[in-house]
T-cell receptor, first 112, second 113 residues
Framework: EAQVTQNPRYLITVTGKKLTVTCSQN?????MSWYRQDPGLGLRQIYY???????DKGDVPEGYKVSRKEKRNFPLILESPSPNQTSLYFC???????????FGPGTRLTVT | QQQVKQSPQSLIVQKGGISIINCAYE??????FPWYQQFPGKGPALLIA?????SEKKEGRFTISFNKSAKQFSLHIMDSQPGDSATYFC????????????FGTGTRLQVFP
């Protein structure tokens, strides 16, 4: 089954404790992206990657890092989380001739 | 110029009625306009999309109307059903190979029996 998986689905952490949210897709897509979803603000892009070892900032990159060492994986790293990073995070991928982005199930992060 | 403005923020419709969600954009370079549907606890999923060379696209009960001169597009859900209750996001993209989507702020639709 074609899918984007994210782990963990739920995470509660404390300010300053480094964390990683993993994202993996099995569709051999070149393009992968991270979004955060906040009430009233919609989905905002954090970082994206057009292929292995090619990443770039989206609209709200501050406080986040990413890496793309393998085509299927695109982890999101918060090196020193802060309460304003409490949000719902989605990973997405797309590729080929279709512009459809496939979204993962989301990771709800709470930083206290 | 990169914004996509979406309204209304929430919408309540009776079963069988028509749901209409509107979006407006500024950047005339946008050339792909998808609508995504999101159920609670799930990620968004593509519902229907349109390119600016057509004024309307219909898939079942869902129709996108596109007005290039006004830089507006809208989603119409005919014969709305309780199962359509979800959050709907419009988006826009420039198909230069980055696949970057600019999303609207979302509309929460509730369809009551």
């Amino acid at each position: 089954e074609a899918q984007v998986t994210q782990n963990p689905r739920y995470l509660i952490t404390v300010t300053g404790k480094k964390l990683t949210v993993t994202c993996s897709q099995n569709m051999n897509h070149e393009y992968m992206s991270w979004y955060r979803q906040d009430p009233g603000l919609g989905l905002r892009q954090i970082y994206y990657s057009m292929n292995v070892e090619v990443t770039d900032k989206g609209d709200v990159p501050e406080g986040y890092k990413v890496s793309r060492k393998e085509k299927r994986n695109f982890p999101l790293i918060l090196e020193s989380p802060s309460p304003n990073q409490t949000s719902l995070y989605f990973c997405a991928s797309s590729g080929g001739l279709s512009y459809e982005q496939y979204f993962g199930p989301g990771t709800r992060l709470t930083v206290t | 110029q990169q914004q996509v403005k979406q309204s209304p923020q929430s919408l309540i419709v009776q079963k069988g009625g028509i749901s209409i969600i509107n979006c407006a954009y500024e950047n005339t370079a946008f050339d792909y306009f998808p609508w995504y549907q999101q159920f609670p606890g799930k990620g968004p999923a593509l519902l229907i999309a349109i390119r600016p060379d057509v004024s309307e696209k219909k898939e079942g009960r869902f129709t996108i109307s596109f007005n290039k001169s006004a830089k507006q597009f809208s989603l119409h859900i005919m014969d709305s059903q309780p199962g359509d209750s979800a959050t709907y996001f419009c988006a826009a993209s420039i198909r230069t190979g980055t696949d970057k989507l600019i999303f609207g702020t979302g509309t929460r639709l509730q369809v009551f029996p």
